[in-house]
């Protein structure tokens, strides 16, 4: 047990989730419909009990075959028959009846096996099926809940640490009416699912209760991984956990070591900044991603990751060489990270914690995220889509790294609204536009900086090329086609800008705009 009086189950996530872990003196119950993963949780619990805390543990099946359990064990590379013949984890197979009686024998073989193990953990897997065991050898007629006390009394006598599995007959079914009130008895409730969305499969794990403890809410996505076992991954809709103070900075930083584009925005971007760069499809949202990590990681030593669905990282490199930005070298040498996932049956909340567990192994202090509207596609559902960006947005700033967010326009003849999906563009500091403005047959690049926290950007309007080393802003006097430069049209963001006319002159050398 923990200084703190907590035991931790040694499950992936599930005590990060607990707030370290379970109280000492707590009976735990994990229940939930058949292939939930009831059997595997209570497995695990007593093996990392083993492994990781030199916790001998019991396990006690009624209707497993012990060798199945020490098969499946060794498929997440668990050698329960080592640990049998090291005399720190028994595998008991016996009947509820049997299971009673030994709990409440003067001189009972269980216990006794319990003592000379130190077992400090024990399993029971099926405690629902006591409930056909309610006459005792006297012939005396208990309730369910009075057999339930009695089984907990004596293994509490042992200071034993006591997990229960008990399955419902349906996924909404509830424990009253499986078992009586045995949740009430049970001083932590864990709940666990395993739910059709269309075609796809989606365990999950919810703490109903714990007392004695504060936990995180909700429902959790929960893994069973080959090689490992349960991995548990909270919910991005979790709140961060309060801190005192939120942190800011007052370091201002160029954005990709361009002069002209950091006097657009007023100077540069703060550390701990979040910016989101609105564009259509082509116009230089990756390049300028590409641009921000190496600008980070060349001039300001900082470490940067690239979030990608849509690009594998071998694609996002190779692009990137044909502009003579050689990203390779910084990927090579660490400071550069790149995280591709399919988007395809994307789990947000396993996502969301590789993206974090990546930014803290690595120390990362830049981040893109490259295509925010796949993210859309691949969660389908608004609410966890608006919930990921908010988290995303909140971890960032906790940490003060600066993030960049890539969102693509689906509009391409004018804007009538930055993000059409849902309005987020409000909680970020920075909103950069990129377009494609329409001049004579042509297309031209322009960006804009909507807004810039905190700084004094400019409104205008600039053309912006990609060649050779990225994205470069052209002087506002050099027109690279025979037609006027930017500032001789209006309406350049509708991407379809009026022309301004030329003043013509009459007899007296007064303008025509000047004659009444």
């Known amino acids: 047990?923990?200084?703190?009086?907590?035991?931790?189950?040694?499950?992936?996530?599930?005590?990060?989730?607990?707030?370290?872990?379970?109280?000492?003196?707590?009976?735990?119950?994990?229940?939930?419909?058949?292939?939930?993963?009831?059997?595997?949780?209570?497995?695990?619990?007593?093996?990392?009990?083993?492994?990781?805390?030199?916790?001998?543990?019991?396990?006690?099946?009624?209707?497993?075959?012990?060798?199945?359990?020490?098969?499946?064990?060794?498929?997440?590379?668990w050698n329960l028959d080592e640990l049998q013949r090291q005399k720190k984890l028994q595998i008991i197979f016996t009947s509820p009846e049997v299971f009673d009686?030994?709990?409440?024998?003067?001189?009972?073989?269980?216990?006794?096996?319990?003592?000379?193990?130190?077992?400090?953990?024990?399993?029971?897997?099926?405690?629902?099926?006591?409930?056909?065991?309610?006459?005792?050898?006297?012939?005396?007629?208990?309730?369910?809940?009075?057999?339930?006390?009695?089984?907990?009394?004596?293994?509490?006598?042992?200071?034993?640490?006591?997990?229960f599995s008990l399955e419902l007959c349906n996924p909404h079914g509830s424990i009253a009416a499986a078992a009586e009130s045995i949740d009430s008895i049970a001083d932590t409730v864990i709940q666990l699912a395993r739910e059709r969305h269309g075609r796809r499969v989606q365990r999950s794990l919810e703490i109903l209760k714990s007392r004695g403890q504060d936990y995180e809410g909700g429902a959790h996505t929960m893994y069973v991984t080959g090689g490992r076992g349960l991995e548990i991954f909270r919910r991005v809709q979790a709140p961060l956990p309060a801190k005192s103070k939120q942190p800011t900075s007052s370091i201002m930083r160029s954005v990709i070591g361009v002069e002209a584009i950091d006097s657009l925005i007023g100077g540069g971007i703060f550390d701990g900044s979040t910016t989101m760069v609105v564009g259509v499809s082509g116009v230089g949202k990756t390049v300028l991603a590409t641009q921000i990590l190496r600008e980070g990681s060349l001039k300001q030593k900082t470490r940067g990751l690239l979030i990608s669905l849509d690009e594998h990282p071998a694609q996002i490199i190779r692009n990137a060489q044909t502009i003579g930005l050689n990203l390779e070298e910084q990927v090579a040498d660490g400071t550069i990270q790149i995280l591709f996932e399919s988007p395809q049956e994307l789990d947000i909340d396993s996502h969301y914690a590789r993206i974090v567990q990546l930014i803290e192994e690595q120390d990362i202090q830049r981040m893109v995220i490259d295509g925010m509207t796949s993210y859309s596609t691949a969660i389908g559902e608004i609410g966890v889509y608006r919930d990921f960006f908010h988290a995303m947005v909140a971890y960032s700033k906790q940490r003060l790294m600066t993030t960049f967010f890539n969102y693509e326009n689906p509009e391409f003849l004018g804007i009538s609204s930055y993000m059409p999906d849902f309005p987020l563009s409000s909680i970020v500091d920075n909103l950069i536009l990129l377009s494609l403005v329409e001049i004579n047959n042509s297309l031209h690049r322009c960006i804009s900086v909507v807004k810039s926290r905190g700084s004094k950007h400019s409104l205008d309007t600039r053309e912006f090329v990609i060649g050779q080393g990225g994205i470069s802003l052209l002087p506002l006097e050099q027109n690279p086609v025979p037609a006027l430069p930017l500032q001789g049209y209006s309406s350049l963001l509708s991407r379809a800008p009026t022309r301004f006319s030329l003043p013509t002159r009459i007899d007296n050398g007064a303008t025509a705009e000047g004659k009444k």
């Not at 009686?101 to 629902?128: W, Y």
């Open 1 to 77: 047990m923990a200084k703190d009086g907590l035991i931790k189950t040694g499950i992936k996530g599930l005590d990060s989730i607990l707030l370290g872990g379970i109280p000492g003196t707590n009976v735990i119950l994990v229940q939930g419909v058949s292939g939930s993963g009831k059997t595997l949780m209570g497995v695990e619990f007593i093996y990392r009990g083993v492994v990781l805390y030199n916790e001998p543990g019991l396990i006690v099946v009624f209707e497993t075959n012990p060798d199945k359990i020490i098969r499946d064990a060794a498929g997440f590379g």
């Open 101 to 163: 009686q030994e709990l409440r024998s003067p001189d009972s073989l269980l216990l006794e096996t319990a003592k000379e193990m130190g077992a400090q953990r024990i399993f029971v897997d099926g405690i629902g099926l006591l409930k056909n065991n309610l006459v005792d050898s006297h012939s005396v007629h208990r309730t369910y809940r009075e057999l339930l006390q009695q089984l907990i009394e004596s293994l509490n006598r042992e200071n034993l640490t006591a997990m």
